[in-house]
C-alpha cells in the first residue's frame, strides 16, 4: 500500500460533472466479447447481465493511493470485503450509506463521483467492464442453457400452482433467493453448483445434468419455452434498471448532502458536537437519527444517514445515535453496532466514552489506574489517552449499545 493510502487522504475539494466515458475508456478497453444477441433462430444474451451497477469506485480508489481492495477494505470493515468487491465490479448497487462510507474512506467530499453518468450518449457498459478489466468469456452453451433453465423452471412453476417458494424451499432446498437467480438466468448453466441442479432436475422430472441439458433442448424444440424466454429480463431491462437506481442513488445522496450542511451549519459553533435533538412529547417515542462514517486513524465523522433507531429509556434530551464504523475495541463491538450517546453525562470507569478531537470523534473504553485516573484505550488502531487531561466539554457519555 502507498503511503498515501497509509496515512487518511485529505479530503478532495469541489465536484466534478459525473462520469460518463472519457476517450481513456475507449482507448483503454481490451480483451473484451461484444454483445451477443444471436443470430437468427438463438437465444438472445445478455453478457453484462452480472454488471447491473457499473461504477468508478475502482478508478477513485487508485486515484486515492489504494493499489488494492483489499487496502481499502483494511481501513473501511463495516462494509465485508466480499460485498465491497461486488460493488466495485458491479455486481450489486450499493446502498447509498455504503457510497458515503467509501467516499469518506477515499477522502472524497462528493459521494457522487463514485457514480457513472449512464446517460451520457458516450456511456457503454462493454467499455466500462472493459475498462475495469472485466474480461468476459461467453461460454454461449451455458449462458443458453442458463436462459432454457429459467424459462422451464417458470414454466413448470405456472402449471402446478402449489409449486410455492416455500414449498421449493421446504422440499427441494431452494430458498427464494435462489429460485430467483435461476429464473432470471443470473448466471451460466455450468456456474450452478451441484445441488441446486439436482434440485432443479427433480422439479422437472429428469434424472441427471445432462439429462436436464437434453430435456431443456427438447423443451425448446417443441416450443413450449419460446414465450417463457421473452419473459426472461435481457439488455433493455437491465438498462433501465440501471438508469433508474442511478437516479435514485443521485437523488438520494442528494438528500444525505443537505442534511449535511444543514448539520455542518448547526454544528460550527459546537465543534463536531451533534445537532441537538427537536424536543418531543413525553408520549412520543424517542427517535434518533443514526449519524457516522469513518475518518482515518480510527475517527468517525458524526455524518447524518438515512437510518433511525429508538432511543432507549433514560435518555437525555441531547442524546444522539453514533455508528461505531469499525471493531475499533473488539470483536465485542462490531462495527454495524449503534451506539447512545449522552454529551451531557460524564463517562465512568468500566464503561465507554467518546471523545471529541479535532478532526472527529473516537470510542473508547474506559478505565482507571491505581491513583484513580481516568484512561480511554482503544485496540483498532491502538491508542491510550489520559482522559482526565481533556476538557470535560470534550468527553461524552455512551449510555447504550444497540447491536441489531
Not at 467492464?129 to 461467453?138: D, Q
Not at 455508528?323 to 465485542?332: D, I
Not at 463517562?347 to 478532526?359: D, H, N, W
Amino acid at each position: 500500500m502507498s503511503s498515501t493510502a497509509a496515512n487518511a487522504p485529505s479530503r478532495a475539494k469541489g465536484k466534478r460533472k459525473p462520469k460518463g466515458l472519457s476517450p481513456s475508456y475507449k482507448q483503454q478497453m481490451v480483451g473484451h466479447t461484444p454483445s451477443a444477441p444471436g443470430r437468427p433462430g438463438e437465444i438472445a444474451i445478455d453478457p453484462y447481465r452480472a454488471y447491473p451497477f457499473p461504477n468508478a469506485i475502482r478508478e477513485e480508489r487508485k486515484r486515492a493511493g489504494y493499489s488494492s481492495l483489499l487496502a481499502l477494505s483494511q481501513k473501511m470493515p463495516e462494509i465485508p470485503y466480499i460485498r465491497l468487491s461486488k460493488i466495485e465490479r458491479g455486481e450489486v448497487f450499493a446502498k447509498p450509506a455504503e457510497l458515503l462510507s467509501i467516499a469518506a474512506t477515499l477522502g472524497l467530499e462528493d459521494a457522487s463521483r463514485l457514480l457513472v453518468d449512464v446517460e451520457d450518449s458516450d456511456f457503454s457498459v462493454a467499455l466500462w467492464a472493459g475498462l475495469s478489466g472485466e474480461k468476459i468469456e461467453l461460454n454461449r452453451e451455458a449462458e443458453e442453457l442458463a436462459m432454457l433453465m429459467a424459462a422451464a423452471l417458470r414454466s413448470r412453476r405456472a402449471q402446478d400452482p402449489e409449486l410455492t417458494l416455500a414449498r421449493l424451499n421446504e422440499e427441494f432446498s431452494l430458498p427464494a433467493v435462489i429460485v430467483s437467480r435461476i429464473e432470471n438466468a443470473a448466471k451460466a448453466f455450468d456456474r450452478w453448483n451441484a445441488n441446486t441442479l439436482s434440485s432443479v432436475c427433480a422439479i422437472l422430472g429428469v434424472k441427471s445434468r445432462k439429462d436436464l441439458a437434453q430435456h431443456l433442448r427438447a423443451s425448446l424444440e417443441r416450443g413450449e419455452l419460446a414465450a417463457w424466454l421473452n419473459r426472461i429480463p435481457g439488455a433493455p431491462e437491465r438498462e433501465a434498471r440501471t438508469r433508474h437506481k442511478m437516479a435514485e442513488l443521485r437523488t438520494k445522496l442528494g438528500q444525505l448532502e443537505e442534511r449535511y450542511s444543514s448539520y455542518k451549519a448547526s454544528a460550527s459553533s459546537h465543534g463536531n458536537e451533534p445537532a441537538k435533538r427537536t424536543p418531543q412529547a413525553a408520549s412520543d417515542p424517542l427517535t434518533l437519527q443514526v449519524l457516522g462514517v469513518p475518518l482515518g486513524d480510527g475517527l468517525i465523522e458524526p455524518y447524518p444517514n438515512p437510518h433511525h433507531v429508538h432511543a432507549p429509556d433514560g435518555s437525555g434530551p441531547n442524546a444522539y445515535a453514533l455508528r461505531m464504523c469499525r471493531a475499533s475495541l473488539g470483536a465485542a463491538i462490531p462495527a454495524q453496532a449503534i451506539l447512545i450517546v449522552d454529551p451531557d453525562r460524564t463517562p465512568l470507569s468500566s464503561g465507554l466514552a467518546i471523545l471529541r478531537e479535532k478532526e472527529g470523534l473516537r470510542v473508547l473504553a474506559v478505565t482507571t489506574d491505581r491513583e484513580g485516573r481516568l484512561y480511554g484505550h482503544s485496540s483498532n488502531p491502538e491508542k491510550d489517552i489520559a482522559l482526565d487531561t481533556m476538557a470535560p466539554s470534550d468527553l461524552q457519555l455512551v449510555t447504550a449499545i444497540l447491536l441489531s
